[in-house]
C-alpha cells in the first residue's frame, strides 16, 4: 500500500498541530510509522487519502457501533443542522435523549449531558465528593477515565496505593486523593478502605476495562467492590463511558447485573459527536446546581446536533435489541477463528473478549490487570499491526485499547480478516 499522501499530510500537522495529533493514540506512536489520515468512511469501512480501503476494527474508539455514517442518523443531524446548531437555552430533544437513556439503562433516575467522557468522569467525582463529603477516590491501574489531573495518577515506587502525578502539570495536591488499587484484587482496595477510614468518597473503575486493552473482571470481582462500598459508605461509580450502550442496552450494569451509584457515558451516547453524560438516583442528582450546591455546566452541553446524533443512535440501538446478539456473534466467531490460526501457528497469546470489546495479547499468561498486560510482546505487536494494515484491516495502534467490532461488519468482511491475520501470523 501506499501512504504518501498521509504521510506528507502528516508533516504539514506537526509543524502546526503538537505531534499532529488531536489526541495521541492516534499518532501512531506506540507502532511506529506515520498515522494514516481518513477521507471518509461509510458502513465497517475507512477509506484513507491515499486510496486505499479498511476495514474498521476501531469503531472511532467505540462511538459507531451502527457502523459509519449510518443513513438515519445522518438524515436527523442534516434535519436538524438546518434548524440552528446551539441555541444556549433548552430544547425538547434533550428531555427526549433523556427518557431514553434513563429508559434502556437500569438503575438511573436522572441523567446530565456534557461534552466528553472527560468531562463526564470529571464531574462524576465532583459529585461523589460533594454527595459523600469525602476528598479521596480509589482508581485503578490501567483504568482510564479521561485526561482530568484527579485520574492522571500512578502507581508511586514501592507500595500500589501512593498516587503520584502521571503528567507534569498535575499537582502532588491532585495525587494526594486519588489511590490506586489493582484490577481484580478486592485485597488491595480492602487495605485501602482499612487505612482512609470515612475518606473514600468513591470508587471508580471501568466494570469491563478496555483501556488495558479489553481485561474482564473476575467472578466475584465487582460485587465485592459493591458490598465494600455498601460497608464503608462510599459511592460506586462505573466509567460506562466504553461499556454503556456496547455490551447491552444497558451497559454493565445489565450484563454484569450489578448496581453501582454513578454512571458515566460517552463515546455511543453521542453517535460519533462530542458527547458525555453522568446518571444516578434522583437522591445524588439533586445535589447538582441549579437545584443543589454541587457546580457543573457547560456552553455547549446538550447541544441540538450532538443530542441528535446521540438520540437516533440510541432509538436504533434501543428498537433493535437484536444488533447485540449480532454484533457479539460476529465478534466470537472472530475470536475463535484467530484462536485456531495462533495455535496453530505456536504463537504465544492470549485473548481477552467480552461482547464486541476484544484484545489479543501476544503473552501466554492470562492478562487480569495492568501489570499482566504489560506482558505482552510489543515488538511482535508492531509487526502484528503493521501487517494487519497492510492487508487493509485498521486495528487500534496500541497493544493496550481495546478493538471495537461495528454491526456493519459482514461475514465476507469477517473472512477477509481472518485470511489477512493468517498470512500476517505465518509471516511474523
Ligand atoms: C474514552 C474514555 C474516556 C474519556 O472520554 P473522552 O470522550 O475521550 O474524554 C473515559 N473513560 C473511558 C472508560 C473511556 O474509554
Same mark, same amino acid.
Given at each position: 500500500?501506499?501512504?504518501?499522501?498521509?504521510?506528507?499530510?502528516?508533516?504539514?500537522?506537526?509543524?502546526?498541530?503538537?505531534?499532529?495529533?488531536?489526541?495521541?493514540?492516534?499518532?501512531?506512536?506506540?507502532?511506529?510509522?506515520?498515522?494514516?489520515?481518513?477521507?471518509?468512511?461509510?458502513?465497517?469501512? /475507512?477509506?484513507?487519502?491515499?486510496?486505499?480501503?479498511?476495514?474498521?476494527?476501531?469503531?472511532?474508539? =467505540?462511538?459507531?457501533?451502527? =457502523? #459509519?455514517?449510518?443513513?438515519?442518523?445522518?438524515?436527523?443531524?442534516?434535519?436538524?443542522?438546518?434548524?440552528?446548531?446551539?441555541?444556549?437555552?433548552?430544547?425538547?430533544?434533550?428531555?427526549?435523549?433523556?427518557?431514553?437513556?434513563?429508559?434502556?439503562?437500569?438503575?438511573?433516575?436522572? +441523567?446530565?449531558?456534557?461534552?466528553?467522557?472527560?468531562?463526564?468522569?470529571?464531574?462524576?467525582?465532583?459529585?461523589?465528593?460533594?454527595?459523600?463529603?469525602?476528598?479521596?477516590?480509589?482508581?485503578?491501574?490501567?483504568?482510564? #477515565?479521561?485526561?482530568?489531573?484527579?485520574? /492522571?495518577?500512578?502507581? =508511586?515506587?514501592?507500595?500500589?496505593?501512593?498516587?503520584?502525578?502521571?503528567?507534569?502539570?498535575?499537582?502532588? =495536591?491532585?495525587?494526594?486523593?486519588?489511590?490506586?488499587?489493582?484490577?481484580?484484587?478486592?485485597?488491595?482496595? %480492602?487495605? +485501602?478502605?482499612?487505612?482512609?477510614?470515612?475518606?473514600?468518597?468513591?470508587?471508580?473503575?471501568?466494570?469491563?476495562?478496555?483501556?488495558?486493552?479489553?481485561?474482564?473482571?473476575?467472578?466475584?470481582?465487582?460485587?465485592? %467492590?459493591?458490598?465494600?462500598?455498601?460497608?464503608?459508605?462510599?459511592? &460506586?461509580?462505573?466509567?460506562?463511558?466504553?461499556?454503556?450502550?456496547? &455490551?447491552?442496552?444497558?451497559?454493565?450494569?445489565?450484563? %454484569?447485573?450489578?448496581?453501582?451509584?454513578?454512571?458515566?457515558? !460517552?463515546?455511543?451516547?453521542?453517535?460519533?459527536?462530542?458527547?458525555?453524560?453522568?446518571?444516578?438516583?434522583?437522591? +445524588?442528582?439533586?445535589?447538582?446546581?441549579?437545584? !443543589?450546591?454541587?457546580?457543573?455546566?457547560?456552553? /455547549?452541553?446538550?447541544?441540538?446536533?450532538?443530542?441528535?446524533?446521540?438520540?437516533?443512535?440510541?432509538?436504533?440501538?434501543?428498537? #433493535?435489541?437484536?444488533?447485540?446478539?449480532?454484533?457479539?456473534?460476529?465478534?466470537?466467531?472472530?475470536?475463535?477463528?484467530?484462536?485456531?490460526?495462533?495455535?496453530?501457528?505456536?504463537?504465544?497469546? #492470549?485473548?481477552?473478549?467480552?461482547?464486541?470489546?476484544?484484545?489479543?495479547?501476544?503473552?501466554?499468561?492470562?492478562?487480569?490487570?495492568?501489570?499482566?498486560? &504489560?506482558?505482552?510482546?510489543?515488538?511482535?505487536?508492531? $509487526?502484528?499491526?503493521?501487517?494487519? /494494515?497492510?492487508?487493509?484491516?485498521? %486495528?487500534?495502534?496500541?497493544?493496550?485499547?481495546?478493538?471495537?467490532?461495528?454491526?456493519?461488519?459482514?461475514?465476507?468482511?469477517?473472512?477477509?480478516?481472518?485470511?489477512?491475520?493468517?498470512?500476517?501470523? $505465518?509471516? &511474523?
Amino acid at each position: 500500500m501506499n501512504y504518501k499522501r498521509s504521510s506528507s499530510l502528516f508533516i504539514d500537522a506537526k509543524k502546526n498541530i503538537p505531534g499532529g495529533v488531536n489526541s495521541p493514540v492516534r499518532s501512531f506512536k506506540a507502532v511506529g510509522g506515520d498515522p494514516i489520515f481518513i477521507k471518509k468512511a461509510k458502513g465497517t469501512y /475507512l477509506y484513507d487519502v491515499d486510496g486505499n480501503k479498511y476495514i474498521d476494527f476501531i469503531s472511532s474508539w =467505540g462511538p459507531m457501533i451502527l =457502523g #459509519h455514517a449510518n443513513n438515519k442518523v445522518i438524515k436527523a443531524i442534516k434535519a436538524r443542522i438546518e434548524k440552528g446548531i446551539s441555541f444556549g437555552a433548552p430544547t425538547e430533544l434533550e428531555t427526549k435523549i433523556a427518557m431514553l437513556a434513563l429508559k434502556m439503562v437500569p438503575n438511573i433516575d436522572k +441523567i446530565r449531558f456534557v461534552n466528553s467522557g472527560t468531562e463526564a468522569c470529571m464531574s462524576a467525582i465532583r459529585l461523589a465528593r460533594g454527595y459523600t463529603k469525602r476528598d479521596k477516590i480509589i482508581k485503578f491501574v490501567g483504568c482510564y #477515565h479521561g485526561h482530568a489531573d484527579a485520574f /492522571l495518577i500512578q502507581a =508511586g515506587s514501592g507500595a500500589i496505593c501512593n498516587g503520584t502525578p502521571n503528567s507534569p502539570g498535575v499537582t502532588k =495536591g491532585n495525587a494526594k486523593d486519588t489511590i490506586l488499587a489493582k484490577y481484580n484484587d478486592i485485597s488491595s482496595v %480492602l487495605k +485501602i478502605f482499612k487505612k482512609n477510614i470515612n475518606k473514600i468518597a468513591a470508587i471508580i473503575i471501568e466494570p469491563v476495562a478496555g483501556n488495558m486493552g479489553c481485561v474482564i473482571p473476575k467472578p466475584g470481582f465487582l460485587e465485592d %467492590l459493591r458490598s465494600l462500598c455498601d460497608k464503608y459508605k462510599s459511592l &460506586l461509580i462505573f466509567d460506562e463511558v466504553m461499556t454503556g450502550f456496547r &455490551l447491552s442496552a444497558g451497559g454493565a450494569q445489565e450484563s %454484569l447485573s450489578i448496581k453501582a451509584d454513578i454512571i458515566t457515558f !460517552g463515546k455511543i451516547i453521542g453517535g460519533g459527536l462530542p458527547v458525555g453524560a453522568f446518571a444516578s438516583s434522583n437522591e +445524588i442528582m439533586n445535589e447538582l446546581s441549579p437545584i !443543589g450546591k454541587i457546580y457543573q455546566a457547560g456552553t /455547549l452541553s446538550g447541544n441540538p446536533v450532538a443530542m441528535e446524533a446521540g438520540f437516533n443512535t440510541l432509538k436504533i440501538l434501543n428498537n #433493535h435489541p437484536e444488533i447485540y446478539k449480532n454484533i457479539d456473534l460476529k465478534t466470537k466467531k472472530i475470536h475463535d477463528r484467530i484462536n485456531s490460526i495462533l495455535e496453530r501457528n505456536n504463537v504465544p497469546y #492470549h485473548i481477552n473478549r467480552f461482547g464486541s470489546m476484544f484484545s489479543l495479547h501476544f503473552t501466554e499468561d492470562p492478562v487480569i490487570n495492568f501489570e499482566t498486560a &504489560l506482558k505482552g510482546n510489543n515488538n511482535y505487536f508492531k $509487526k502484528y499491526f503493521h501487517g494487519m /494494515l497492510n492487508e487493509g484491516v485498521y %486495528l487500534p495502534p496500541s497493544p493496550f485499547e481495546s478493538c471495537f467490532i461495528n454491526n456493519e461488519m459482514n461475514d465476507s468482511d469477517i473472512d477477509y480478516t481472518i485470511n489477512a491475520f493468517e498470512r500476517v501470523i $505465518k509471516k &511474523l
